[in-house]
């Protein structure tokens, strides 16, 4: 079974702080997810890798398929990024499997 | 298109009682995806589709529970005689997926919380 673990469960900052969320796999995988998710529910995909480091505005996110561990940064954080941020992975051709997510709440 | 739409947004019911809740896939979408999620942790498999063929069903998803895709469009999943452990937010998703799911990417609806008093 493959597990997905993120930490910390959850992070409270102040903003403009520099940000990073964890992500450890036990399985070896074909892609990792980073995504996004609001109150109320909706999801929104921020990355998709398989191996290096993407960068998209003030979020980077980082994998290490030897060691299976994912990182996701947020520079120069803002209250609007507020969220849940979950690590979702991919073996192979199946489906995908979430992690319980990092709640992340920016203080003004 | 202005994304995955579910319907509806919530739903109250009776222990007992059925019910049935619609997605409405990105049009050009093959590829349609049920998942649970409580509060506190991450959205769980259900089931999905490759356009019209329900090609995987979580264990998690007992004889009460049934997905179709008829036409290979939307969607609906039913649970029968709900059960307060039912009570979750159902999330649906579309990808456009070739022949490498590793490149898939999927969208995300607004779920539908369901409460079963």
Redesign the interface.
């Known amino acids: 079974k493959n597990e ?1 673990e993120q930490s910390p469960q959850n992070l409270t900052a102040q903003e403009g702080e520099f940000i990073t969320i964890n992500c450890s796999y036990s399985v070896g995988i ?2 990792l ?1 980073w ?1 996004q998710q609001h109150p ?6 921020l990355f ?1 890798l ?1 191996s290096g480091k993407k960068k998209h505005g003030r979020l980077i996110a980082t994998i290490n398929i030897q060691e299976k561990h994912s990182s996701l940064h947020i520079t120069a954080s803002h209250p609007r990024d507020s969220a849940v941020y ?1 690590c ?1 992975v ?1 073996v ?10 990092t709640r992340l709440t920016i203080i003004p | 298109d202005t994304g995955v739409s579910q319907d509806p947004r919530h739903k109250i019911t009776k222990r007992g009682q059925n019910v049935t809740f619609r997605c409405d896939p990105i049009s050009e979408h093959n590829r349609l ?1 049920w ?1 649970r ?1 409580t509060l ?6 259900l089931t ?1 589709f490759q356009n019209e063929a329900q090609l ?1 069903k979580s264990r998690l998803l007992s004889d009460r529970f049934s997905a179709e895709r008829p036409k290979g469009s939307f969607s609906t999943l039913e649970i029968q005689r709900t059960e307060q452990g039912d009570s979750a ?1 159902y ?1 649906c ?1 579309s990808s456009l997926a070739g022949r ?9 609806g ?2 539908t ?1 369901l409460s079963v008093l």
């Open positions: 997905v074909s892609a997810h995504l109320g529910g909706g999801i929104v995909s998709m398989s979950i979702a991919r192979g051709n199946e489906k995908l499997t979430f992690g319980t997510g | 995806y998942y999620q506190g942790q991450g959205p769980e498999f999905y995987e937010m999330l998703a490498r799911a590793t490149n898939e990417k999927l969208f995300f607004s779920g919380q």
